[in-house]
Each structure stands twice: as C-alpha cells, then as structure tokens.
C-alpha cells in the first residue's frame, strides 16, 4: 500500500467531505472539526447516494439520500442490512491531505 496525494488542507471545511478520484477509485476525505481525516468510498453502496455530502459526527457519515450510516474505523453501516463501504487510511503532512490506498 502506498500513500498518495490528493489535495491540500485549504480544499477542506472543517465537518464537511469532499470527493477526489484517485486511481479511479472515488473517496470521500472528511475534515472533522478536531482536525482529524477520515477516507471513505465516495458512493454508497444502498442507492449510490453521495457520501462527501453526508452529515458526520466523530464516527460515523450519514447518506444524504437515505440516512444509513457507516462506520468511519470499519465502514460497516451501523443503521441498515447494507453492504460495507471501503475506509481508507488519511493523514495531513505539510498541510497535504494523504490516501493510502
């Protein structure tokens, strides 16, 4: 697994998610409002619901379209017989926002 770039910390709000495509593969980064980052599959496996617009608290993002939630450490959904979305590691260095995939 190796670790890759996909934008700056400046292209994040703190509480909210953002999409990027890396390899081809859609991720959702969240800036949770300690500073943390968490990485997820961009597209919920449910309906195919944007996940970046989901609301989050510390541990979990909420489909917008039909409210399941999934887990940001296991990426089980925590509120539904859905499928499991895939959860990446992320990290901040020198202000870039990281995705080891």
Known sequence: MS???VGHVRDLTPGEGRTFVVDGHQIAVFLLPDGSLRATAAVCPH???PLADGQIDSNVV???LHQY???FESG????G???AVPVYAARLLNEEIHIRL
């Open 76 to 79: 089980l959904c925590t509120t």
């Open 3 to 5: 670790w890759v770039t």
């Open 69 to 71: 939630a999934f887990a």
């Open 62 to 64: 909420v489909c917008p």
């Open 81 to 83: 017989e859905v499928e």
């Open 47 to 49: 309906k195919g619901g």
